[in-house]
């Protein structure tokens, strides 16, 4: 089964399928979705005046337009700034960083990083690396 998120109009039947009485497991059946995606949901969004569609449905959106801010230093981010202007790609810097036993970043986080001081208008690299060959003694111990 492929994970979606549910829909306004979900939201509105499980609201109707609870106050007919039907169990998590039968709503689950009706919408065509695993039954712990409607625990899960009743979790989230159930508060003292029972589940509430229209709430529900600002708390997901809520939910999926929080911006994520990873937990990474200053000094981390500098050595990322160093490594990107020698023109080494992000994954040869979270591969690095990682031998190095440093704080690791995911590659997705350098490229996210990158864009959006382009965005910013700060193209401090000039570029984002594509497979510019490994650094010297990069695999070697």
């Not at 023109?87 to 996210?112: F, M, N, R």
Request: with cysteine; hydrophobic share 30%.
């Amino acid at each position: 089964m492929i994970y979606t998120q549910l829909t306004q109009g979900q939201r509105y039947h499980i609201k109707v399928l609870l106050d007919i009485g039907c169990k998590r497991t039968k709503i689950a059946q009706q919408l065509g979705v695993d039954k712990s995606t409607i625990s899960r949901e009743l979790r989230r969004n159930r508060g003292r005046r029972g589940y509430r569609p229209k709430q529900a449905q600002e708390k997901a959106h809520e939910r999926r337009n929080k911006k994520v801010q990873p937990n990474i230093s200053a000094a981390t981010w500098q050595i990322v700034d160093a490594k990107l202007l020698e023109d080494w790609s992000p994954e040869q810097i979270t591969g690095w960083l990682k031998k190095e036993q440093l704080p690791s970043i995911s590659p997705e986080w350098i490229y996210q990083y990158v864009y959006a001081d382009k965005r910013a208008g700060r193209d401090h690299t000039g570029r984002v690396p594509g497979c510019a060959g490994k650094p010297p003694g990069f695999f070697h111990q």
